[in-house]
């Protein structure tokens, strides 16, 4: 595979004539490890120039643009002034030839010819060299008067050709070959004195033995080393050793087994779409590429659009593919979460996959996140399993859960499975009383459990509620699920701080309900998780294939407070009328970028035009005018062109002024977007924005 994500594979050429089969060889060598591939090598994709001028810029190749439109003169407006010159042009060449302007124009030719020379070859051709001079001047000036050679550009360069040879970055951008800033020559490491591992690391490029994902994983392992130069050695020792293979993911995987997007590792960025190239896009960003990076998924990401419109295929399901890719080189952890059968990868893309329900499942789903303190714990239980419940106060449930929580881990050393959670909220008498016979001596947690037998069947009391929901996982598909005895494989969100890759896949089908509170838990444990990380080098990125009824108020501000720690969410929604219609607003402006596919209704896109406000444009107003003629001869003219064109003579006022108008409006959003299209505004992590771009997704006609 290529940096380009892209494959070749080869026919065997059949012959017409057939020949005998030669004997087979004593030895055959060794199968390839790659399909043969097509594009340009590493050390060329490395020395490919590389540029932005804003957020969502695919740098690769990116050509700047004027900020504004030059003004461009129609080509019918040329064409009739070109023709009107050449015509004038002839008319005064056709009166200084024939004589009828006097010969002045002949004076200089007779100022610089001997009089000797009359009636002999050298005056003719002396003669038709004026001649030619003086054609030629008229050529010229009558030509830019026209503006000819304007012309004969736009005739001759068409936009269909503009299209296939797009202007390409000048040569002089790109690093030398060979030179000492070419990047395929480690030139970092050279600085360093670690001229052999750059050899070594420069021979397994040229070798092909090296691809993308080995080139950035070893440039992240080298920043890391000159934050602590103590790591040199080993760093040094691991490429001798290893080559191309040195300093590897934990899972031993250096590519994806499929790649179904364009990525370009170098920038960290993955190809989503293109801008349109039509009035309603800035000038600037007009037929450019447009792609998603860390700088701007570390906003976080609002996506709308109902199903159908592509928002796995082509929004989750590439980003996804980028952030594993970066996981892979040791610069992200990515947890991606969608319904069972979602198409968000293969297994093998994935070092861990959670099939909750499922019994085949290898790897189970810690219900408290890694916590180990029952107060923490139990604010993230309550945040998943009552967070959208209304009227039921969180803080409350956080309260009672605390007070079963932290007495059960004091008795038995670890959190109740989902069996025993739902008995202790039932109070459940042969639960109670084998729990205060453990707790025998801890006066401080008996009363807690006596503070919970007060509280339980009280007005506003958050048990019945918080039982009612653990139940909902305590199922017999779930069966074997959410174990804290430490006979499975539970996956934690605590795992955060590594460079790895999970997907979870949740039972939408058979268990709507369990699912939703499951999303839920997983977005708080994300936000907490994310937050309480002491090393942030890593990004790390949540991506929700659906967040229907996931979000509440309190995951809502955690998703605002994820930028400044190196972190960010992706939320698809089919409409927003699945969220609380008081977070609708506070959801809007939480996330950095926000996308709306095609096909949003007009109460969505309303939600969306409030969010990217309004645009000083240029109006123009055109009042038609009838003219009434006066005098006799006029009025016969303006009646024969009444009978010839059909239209009464009018005379046309342009007024022109400065309005304020949405950038885009609900109308817009909802009938304006073609299939294939979405809206798509971006901010960075710096405060960089883009304004709303209509961009064609990727893969689209």
Request: proline share 8%; aromatic share 6%.
């Amino acid at each position: 595979m290529d940096t380009d994500g892209t494959h070749e594979t080869r026919q065997p050429r059949v012959g017409h004539v057939p020949r005998p089969a030669a004997p087979p060889p004593q030895s055959l060598p060794p199968k390839p490890s790659h399909a043969p591939t097509a594009g340009p090598t590493l050390a060329d994709w490395l020395r490919f120039p590389r540029s932005s001028d804003g957020p969502g810029v695919w740098t690769y190749g990116h050509v700047p643009r004027a900020a504004e439109e030059p003004e461009e003169t129609p080509t019918r407006q040329l064409v009739s002034g070109a023709l009107i010159s050449l015509l004038a042009g002839l008319l005064l060449w056709s009166l200084l030839w024939n004589g009828y302007l006097g010969g002045f124009w002949l004076w200089p030719l007779y100022m610089f010819t001997p009089d000797s020379w009359a009636g002999t070859l050298p005056a003719v051709v002396a003669s038709y060299i004026w001649y030619a001079v003086v054609a030629t001047v008229l050529v010229i000036g009558f030509g830019r008067l026209g503006r000819w050679p304007e012309l004969g550009r736009r005739v001759l360069r068409s936009r269909a050709l503009r299209a296939v040879q797009p202007a390409l970055p000048a040569d002089s951008a790109r690093p030398e070959a060979g030179g000492p800033d070419d990047p395929a020559r480690w030139p970092q490491l050279r600085g360093a004195g670690l001229g052999e591992v750059a050899e070594r690391l420069e021979a397994e490029a040229g070798g092909g033995r090296m691809n993308d994902v080995d080139y950035a994983r070893i440039r992240r392992a080298w920043d890391s080393v000159r934050v602590d130069p103590s790591r040199m050695r080993a760093f040094a020792d691991a490429v001798r050793d290893k080559g191309a293979g040195a300093c590897a993911h934990p899972s031993g995987a250096r590519d994806l087994p499929v790649r179904a997007a364009r990525h370009d590792l170098l920038a960290r960025q993955v190809l989503l779409g293109t801008v349109e190239d039509g009035a309603r896009n800035p000038y600037s960003r007009r037929g450019t590429a447009l792609a998603l990076d860390p700088d701007v998924l570390g906003t976080s990401l609002l996506a709308v659009g109902p199903s159908g419109t592509g928002k796995t295929q082509q929004l989750v399901r590439p980003v996804v593919e980028s952030l594993a890719l970066q996981a892979l080189a040791g610069q992200a952890a990515v947890v991606a979460v969608g319904a069972a059968g979602a198409q968000l990868g293969p297994d093998a893309a994935f070092d861990v996959v959670v099939r909750v329900g499922d019994p085949a499942s290898v790897y189970d789903l810690d219900l408290y996140g890694g916590a180990t303190d029952p107060d923490e714990a139990a604010t993230l239980l309550a945040e998943g399993f009552v967070g959208d419940v209304p009227g039921i106060d969180v803080r409350r449930a956080a309260t009672a859960l605390a007070q079963l929580l932290g007495p059960f881990r004091a008795a038995y050393d670890r959190f109740p499975a989902v069996p025993e959670l739902r008995e202790l909220l039932d109070q459940v008498p042969a639960a109670l009383d084998a729990l205060r016979r453990d707790l025998a001596g801890q006066q401080a947690m008996l009363r807690e459990l006596d503070a919970r037998a007060r509280q339980q069947g009280a007005p506003a009391d958050p048990g019945p509620a918080l039982a009612d929901r653990v139940a909902l996982l305590d199922r017999p598909a779930f069966a074997g699920f959410f174990d804290t005895t430490g006979q499975g494989r539970p996956f934690s969100l605590r795992a955060l701080e590594h460079p790895i890759r999970v997907r979870v896949d949740l039972p939408e089908r058979g268990h709507a309900d369990a699912s939703r509170m499951l999303a839920r838990l997983l977005l708080a444990q994300f936000n907490a998780a994310a937050a309480a990380r002491t090393d942030r080098s890593l990004f790390a990125f949540l991506a929700f294939d659906d967040a229907s009824h996931t979000l509440t108020p309190q995951t809502v501000r955690g998703v605002q407070r994820l930028r400044s720690a190196h972190a960010g969410v992706l939320l698809t929604l089919r409409t927003l009328d699945d969220v609380p219609e008081a977070l609708r607003t506070p959801l809007l402006g939480a996330v950095g970028c926000r996308m709306a596919f095609s096909g949003v209704t007009t109460w969505d896109g309303k939600r969306f035009a409030e969010a990217w406000g309004t645009e000083w444009v240029e109006a123009r107003d055109v009042t038609h005018r009838t003219v009434f003629a006066d005098q006799p001869l006029t009025r016969l003219m303006h009646a024969f062109r009444k009978l010839v064109t059909g239209k009464a003579v009018t005379t046309d006022a342009v007024t022109v002024r400065q309005v304020e108008r949405e950038r885009w409006s609900a109308s817009d959003l909802a009938h304006a977007v073609p299939p294939g299209h979405a809206v798509l505004s971006l901010t960075s992590v710096r405060g960089e924005r883009a304004a709303p771009l209509l961009v064609r997704l990727a893969g689209t006609a």
